[in-house]
C-alpha cells in the first residue's frame, strides 16, 4: 500500500484528503480533515448528508496530482482521529450484534476490498466479495440488494462489522 495527501480546493472545500491506495492505485480508505471546521470523516462511518464513498476508479492517470507521499503511519494517525469520536456508538454496536447472528445486510457500494453493507447502523458490514459471488452470483449482486449474511466477526480496527453470506 502506499499512502498520500493533498489540499483540496473543490467546490469552495478547504480540505486535506488523505488517501491509501494499493499498487494500481485504487483508494482502499481516505479520510477527509476540513481545514476550517477542524474535523475528520472517515470512508467508513454513514452520516447524515456526507458521501463516505472512496473515489472510483484507479488514481493511476492522475499521478502528477499525488506529489505528498506520506507514511502508513501518518494515514493511520489520521484514520484512529477521525474515528476516535465514534468510539461510544462502536460499542453500542458491538453490545447488539454478536458473532454467528443472522441479519439481513443491504449492499451499498463495492470497495476494491470488499463488498459494503448497510446493517442499519452507523457502522458498516463489509463482506468478501467472492464468497458473496459464489452465494448470489455477480449478476444477481448490486447496490440496493438485500442478503441474508452471519455476522463472523470484528474489525475493531476500521470499525467494521464482518459478515459472510449465509450458505
Not at 69 to 96: C, G, H, M, P
Request: aromatic share 18%.
Amino acid at each position: 500500500m502506499r499512502y498520500f495527501k493533498y489540499r483540496d480546493y473543490q467546490d469552495g472545500m478547504n480540505r486535506t484528503v488523505y488517501n491509501e491506495f494499493d499498487s494500481h492505485f485504487y483508494c482502499y480508505r481516505a479520510v477527509y480533515e476540513d481545514n476550517v471546521l477542524n474535523t475528520c470523516i472517515a470512508t467508513n462511518i454513514v452520516r447524515e448528508g456526507v458521501d463516505y464513498m472512496l473515489p472510483q476508479g484507479s488514481y493511476k492517470d492522475y499521478l502528477n496530482y499525488l506529489n505528498n507521499e506520506i507514511t502508513k503511519t501518518e494515514f493511520e494517525q489520521k484514520w484512529r482521529q477521525a474515528l476516535s469520536v465514534y468510539e461510544d456508538e462502536w460499542r453500542a454496536v458491538r453490545s447488539n450484534i454478536w458473532q454467528g447472528q443472522l441479519i439481513y445486510a443491504e449492499i451499498n457500494c463495492f470497495y476494491p476490498q470488499a463488498i459494503i453493507l448497510n446493517i442499519g447502523f452507523l457502522f458498516q458490514g463489509i463482506a468478501n466479495y467472492d464468497e458473496c459471488d459464489k452465494c448470489y452470483r455477480s449478476d444477481r449482486m448490486y447496490p440496493g440488494k438485500i442478503m441474508e449474511m452471519t455476522v463472523t466477526g470484528f474489525d475493531e480496527f476500521n470499525m467494521w462489522v464482518v459478515c459472510k453470506p449465509v450458505v
